[in-house]
C-alpha cells in the first residue's frame, strides 16, 4: 500500500504521545490526530463515498484541516483543497469541476464568512451531494440551518480504520492553480508524488528530535501542505498553526513554543523584518531555537535575505516549485554552502533544464524557460488534455518560468514568463530591478510591472513601500535608478504605498498592479 495517509499512520505507531499539532494552548498528540482522522474516514465510507472520490475540503491553518485531509485520504478519496478566500460562485466552479461528491467547509468568521459562501457554492452543483459545516465548537450546531456538520459526521464513529490501499499513481490531491491565465486548473497529484516529495525533507532540513514548525504558509496551498504538514508529520514534528499571518502573532508563537523551523514567504521575511516593535520579543531565545529558514513562493530579495539573517542568526534556504511539482523541484541544500539569491539544486530524483523556445539547451549563464522532468510532475490538469498537452511538451513539465544556470549548477529564477517586460524591443525582467531598489536605504519593498506605453509598447513601473522614517522624491529615486542599470530598465514611474496587494499566501499580486 501507498496511501498519502501513512506519513500520519507510521508516526502515530512509532510516536503517539508526541505533540503533532499545537494550536494556541491546544496540544493534539499523533494518536489522537490519527484517531480523529479514523473517525473521518469512518463517517465518509458510511455515507458512501469509495475510493476516487473528490472531496473539497475549505480550512484555514485550524487543527480540522489535518483531520479531514488525511481522513479523506484514509477512506481512498482524492482531497480537493480549496483557498478560503474563494466566494459562492468561485467555490461552485470548483465543485463542479472537480467532481467533488462531498464538500467540508469551515464556518469563518464575521470578516470572512467561509461557511456562508460555501454553501452558497454547493448550493449550485447538483452532483455534490454531502456538505459539513466545520464549526468552531466541534459539538456545536452549524450556524446554517439544516446542514450537517463535522462534529455529527465524527459522532460515534469508530477511531480505528483499516486505510484504503491505493496505488502509487492514484490521484491523492488535486490542487487548484491561482488562475492568473484563465479558468483555474487542478493539478492531480498521485500518492508517489506527495510522498516521494515529503520525504525530500530529510535531504532538505533534516531530520532533528523535537522539531517544531510555525505553520502559517495556507495548508490548502502546495508549500505548507506538502514542505510543512506531510514533511513535519513524516518526521514527527510538532506544527503550530498560525491561520492568518501576520509580524505580531508569528514572532510570539516563535518565542513561545520554541519554534526550530519557519517556512514562509518572502513578503514574511520582511515583515517580521521590519517589525516596528521589536523589544517586545526576546529575539535572542527566537534566534536561538531557530535552527531553519526556508523561502519559496517568489523570489527572496538578497538584501532582505541578509538582513534577517544578521537579526535572527540564521540563514535562509531558498527553494523552487509549482502546484504542479508537489511543489518541491530544487533547493539550496544543507551539506554544501547555499548561494543567496539562488533557488539551489535539482532535488533527488528530479531533472532541470533551462531551454530557448524550440525547447533545445541554452548555454550556462543564459536564461530560458525552466522545464522539470521527475517523480513530482504531476498527472496532469484534472478533465483538460489540452492544457496538459500544453504544459508537459516531448515528457518535460514546462513552468512559464525564466531562469538560468550557474557554472556549479544553482538555477537562479529570473521572473515569470508573463510578468517579463518588453520595452522598445528589450526584455525586462522585474526581479532584476526590484533587487537592485531595495538596496537603497530608503526603501524596503519593491514590485515591479509592465504598464501599456504608446511609444515604447511597456513601460516600466515601480511600486515601493518605504522604510520607516525615511523619505525620497520620484525624481530622486528615478535618479539613483538611472545610475544603477541601463538605460531600457529603469523604472519611469514611481508609486509609493503603505501596502502592496497579495495573496493568500502572501505573494505580492502584480496583476492588481498592471
Not at 400 to 418: C, M, S, Y
Amino acid at each position: 500500500m501507498i496511501n498519502l495517509a501513512v506519513l500520519l499512520e507510521d508516526s502515530a505507531r512509532e510516536a503517539p504521545a508526541k505533540t503533532a499539532i499545537i494550536f494556541n494552548d491546544m496540544k493534539l498528540p499523533y494518536a489522537a490526530v490519527n484517531a480523529a482522522a479514523n473517525q473521518i474516514a469512518n463517517g465518509l465510507v458510511g455515507l458512501g463515498i469509495k475510493p476516487g472520490d473528490k472531496v473539497a475540503l475549505t480550512c484555514p491553518n485550524l487543527p480540522f484541516f489535518p483531520l479531514v485531509y488525511y481522513g479523506i485520504l484514509k477512506a481512498g478519496a482524492v482531497v480537493v483543497p480549496l483557498n478560503v478566500l474563494l466566494k459562492g460562485r468561485e467555490i461552485a466552479y470548483h465543485l463542479q469541476d472537480s467532481d467533488a461528491k462531498a464538500y467540508f467547509c469551515f464556518q469563518g468568521t464575521p470578516d470572512l464568512p467561509m461557511g456562508q459562501f460555501g454553501y452558497e457554492g454547493f448550493q449550485q452543483i447538483d452532483g455534490c451531494e454531502h456538505f459539513f459545516m466545520i464549526t468552531i465548537d466541534p459539538a456545536g450546531p452549524s450556524p446554517i440551518e439544516g446542514t450537517k456538520t463535522l462534529g455529527q459526521l465524527m459522532y460515534g464513529q469508530s477511531p480505528a480504520f483499516d486505510t484504503v490501499a491505493t496505488n502509487a499513481d492514484d490521484t491523492a490531491v488535486i490542487l487548484y492553480t491561482s488562475g492568473t491565465t484563465g479558468s483555474p486548473k487542478g493539478a492531480e497529484l498521485s500518492h508517489a508524488n506527495m510522498i516521494f516529495n515529503a520525504r525530500l525533507s530529510d535531504t532538505m532540513y533534516g531530520r532533528v528530535e523535537n522539531d517544531v514548525h510555525l505553520v502559517t504558509l495556507p495548508l490548502f496551498h502546495s508549500f505548507g501542505q506538502t514542505v510543512q504538514m506531510n514533511g513535519g508529520f513524516y518526521n514527527q514534528a510538532a506544527l503550530s498553526l498560525l491561520p492568518r499571518f501576520d509580524p505580531d502573532t508569528a514572532l510570539s508563537i516563535m518565542e513561545r513554543d520554541n519554534v526550530t523551523i519557519f517556512a514562509g514567504v518572502p513578503t514574511m521575511y520582511w515583515a517580521m523584518l521590519n517589525h516596528p516593535n521589536p523589544e517586545k520579543f526576546d529575539l535572542a531565545k527566537i534566534a536561538g531555537n531557530l535552527r531553519l529558514a526556508v523561502s519559496g513562493g517568489s523570489a527572496m530579495p538578497v538584501e532582505v535575505m541578509r538582513a534577517f539573517g544578521e537579526k535572527f542568526k540564521v540563514e535562509i534556504l531558498e527553494g523552487y516549485g509549482l502546484s504542479e511539482t508537489s511543489p518541491v523541484a530544487t533547493f539550496n541544500r544543507l551539506d554544501r554552502p547555499s548561494k543567496p539569491g539562488s533557488v539551489g539544486l535539482p532535488v533527488w530524483g528530479v531533472s532541470v533544464r533551462v531551454v530557448d523556445l524550440e525547447d533545445k539547451d541554452v548555454a550556462q549563464g543564459e536564461m530560458g524557460e525552466i522545464v522539470i522532468k521527475g517523480h513530482n510532475i504531476m498527472k496532469g490538469y484534472y478533465k483538460k488534455p489540452e492544457a496538459t498537452a500544453e504544459a508537459m511538451r516531448n515528457g518535460w513539465f514546462h513552468t512559464g518560468d525564466i531562469g538560468k544556470f550557474d557554472e556549479d549548477g544553482f538555477l537562479t529564477i529570473t521572473d515569470r514568463v508573463k510578468d517579463m517586460i518588453i520595452r522598445g524591443g528589450f526584455n525586462v525582467y522585474p526581479r532584476e530591478i526590484e533587487e537592485v531598489m531595495v538596496t537603497h536605504p530608503a526603501v524596503s519593498l519593491a514590485a515591479v510591472v509592465g504598464v501599456p506605453d504608446e511609444r515604447h509598447g511597456e513601460e516600466v513601473k515601480a511600486y515601493i513601500i518605504l522604510k520607516p522614517g525615511q523619505q525620497v522624491t520620484e525624481d530622486e529615486l528615478i535618479d539613483w535608478c538611472k545610475g544603477c542599470m541601463a538605460a531600457y530598465k529603469y523604472p519611469r514611474a514611481i508609486e509609493f504605498r503603505d501596502a502592496l496587494p497579495m495573496t493568500a499566501t502572501g505573494k505580492i499580486l502584480k496583476r492588481e498592479l498592471r
